[in-house]
């Protein structure tokens, strides 16, 4: 019995994850490949809740970016060992909305947090366990933003300092360049050549991984 594959979607706010999804399903569908879909964080009721906490932006104290941090690594945890395992176990593939590469690029790039830090963390959740693939909408921050501002109601994390998605994006082109099972497109262009890039990357997966 053959496992799953596990397909991540990542990107800063305003980069058009949702409607590249969208596109990726689609393209799974006409492979007859069965999949689910999972966001992170959250995607268990557990890890929703975590979601709720770790994105409101009215806490009465400072959530400390260690909080943040710890919030992220347990909501993936439930979602690793309740969804994503047993789904590839039982030879589903998983479309992801986001993953560990968030964490790096959000709490290492964005957030300062040394990186043997994140990576013990991440150690002790994911065990080695890695997308077999990552799809980068890669945007410059002051375009992804105004999208995401006229998309209205930003969450806590959607509120930090333009320095702060400068760091984040940077963070993610370094992460992006350095790791072979990541697609990078680039999510500036029109949205019709962005979801023909994202088809392009999912027929040539999905053909040699059939
Ligand atoms: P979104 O999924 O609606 O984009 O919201 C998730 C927010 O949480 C987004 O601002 C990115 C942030 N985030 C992190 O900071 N670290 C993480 O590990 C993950 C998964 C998300």
Redesign the pocket.
């Known amino acids: 019995m053959s496992k799953g594959k596990f397909i991540v979607i990542e990107g800063m706010?305003g980069a058009g994850?949702s409607s590249a999804i969208k596109v990726i399903t689609k393209t799974l569908d006409e492979h007859n490949i069965a999949y689910q879909q999972t966001?992170?964080?959250g995607g268990t009721p557990l890890a929703e809740q975590l979601r709720t906490i770790?994105?409101s932006a009215d806490h009465q104290e400072v959530v400390t970016q260690e909080t943040?941090l710890f919030l992220?690594y347990a909501s993936r945890s439930q979602l690793l060992q309740n969804v994503i395992e047993p789904a590839l176990e039982g030879e589903q593939w998983v479309i992801g909305?986001?993953?560990d590469m968030?964490?790096r690029a959000?709490?290492g790039g964005g957030r300062k947090i040394c990186e043997a830090t994140i990576e013990s963390i991440a150690q002790v959740t994911l065990k080695g366990f890695k997308p077999d693939l990552t799809i980068y909408l890669d945007i410059e921050p002051q375009i992804g933003l105004s999208r995401a501002k006229a998309r209205g109601d930003l969450?806590r994390?959607?509120l930090e300092q333009f320095e702060f998605f400068e760091r984040v994006h940077a963070k993610y082109r370094q992460l992006a360049a350095q790791d072979k099972t990541v697609v990078t497109i680039d999510a500036s262009q029109s949205m019709e050549k962005v979801h023909q890039n994202v088809k392009q990357a999912i027929d040539a997966f999905c053909v040699a991984n059939k």
Do not use: A, G, T, W
Request: hydrophobic share 15%; glycine share 0%.
């Open positions: 706010e994850k966001r992170e964080p770790v994105k943040e992220m909305d986001r993953h968030s964490s959000y709490q969450d994390i959607e």
